[in-house]
């Protein structure tokens, strides 16, 4: 089983719907994020949690909102989709305790707004 | 946020050595990684290097920083067609991560 689950993994809605995507991580790490693909422009962070308690806003937070429901679960939502909302959506998690601090990416949420 | 940048694609044979290069403005940075990410999947961490370090080398892959130039480099060596991928630096700056766009990677057979 995959250490940090996205679902769903693909997603056609239409503009004005609320959508959310969901993340669940086993490795038990306390930072958890969310990033935005879009080809030629690499990652991009939209939020982040250091701990239930903690969210704070990235890079590009405007139309997109978050909630922390426990240490393993970090959800995204857009609340009135718009069609430049059309990305891959990542969830990544992380511990600095350990050597390096590296992000462990989930696999994807592939979201297309019609 | 801090600029990463990378050339967008980067073309060898079978068997050749890749590179694939990057640079970045923070100085600051603690750490500096590499990712791969595979068609339909996630990015997975290759390697990484202590920002003190000058080089690390792992099997196929040597990872060379340049701290006075901000640049940072991947090698493969003998490149198969299953490191056909884009391939993505990062850097760490506190307690942000900062990535660049991507470099896709073919190689021919």
């Known amino acids: 089983d995959a250490d940090v689950t996205q679902t769903p993994r693909n997603r056609i809605t239409k503009t004005g719907k609320r959508i959310m995507l969901e993340c669940s991580q086993t490795k038990g790490h306390d930072r958890m994020y969310w990033y935005r693909q879009d080809p030629g422009l690499g990652l991009r962070l939209i939020y982040y949690?250091?701990?239930?308690?903690?969210?704070n806003k990235g890079e590009i937070s405007d139309g997109y909102s978050v909630s922390r429901q426990a240490q393993a679960k970090f959800s995204l939502s857009l609340e009135s989709a718009i069609p430049n909302q059309t990305a891959l959506y990542f969830c990544?998690?992380?511990?600095?305790?350990?050597?390096?601090?590296?992000?462990?990416f989930g696999e994807g949420s592939r979201l297309t707004v019609l | 946020g801090e600029d990463v940048e990378q050339s967008l694609f980067l073309s060898v044979r079978e068997g050749d050595s890749s590179v694939i290069n990057c640079t970045y403005t923070d100085s600051s940075s603690t750490y500096l990684y590499w990712y791969k990410q595979e068609p339909g999947a996630g990015l997975q961490l290759l390697t990484y290097?202590?920002?003190?370090?000058d080089m690390k080398q792992d099997q196929r892959l040597t990872v060379l920083l340049n701290k006075k130039d901000k640049h940072l480099s991947l090698r493969i060596a003998d490149t198969q067609t299953g490191d056909s991928a884009i391939y993505f630096c990062?850097?760490?700056?506190?307690?942000?991560?900062?990535f660049g766009t991507g470099t896709s990677l073919t190689v021919i057979p």
């Open positions: 990544a998690t992380s511990d600095f305790d350990r050597a390096g601090g590296e992000l462990f």
């Open positions: 949690s250091f701990d239930v308690k903690d969210i």
């Open positions: 990062a850097e760490r700056v506190g307690n942000q991560f900062y």
């Open positions: 290097i202590f920002s003190n370090m």
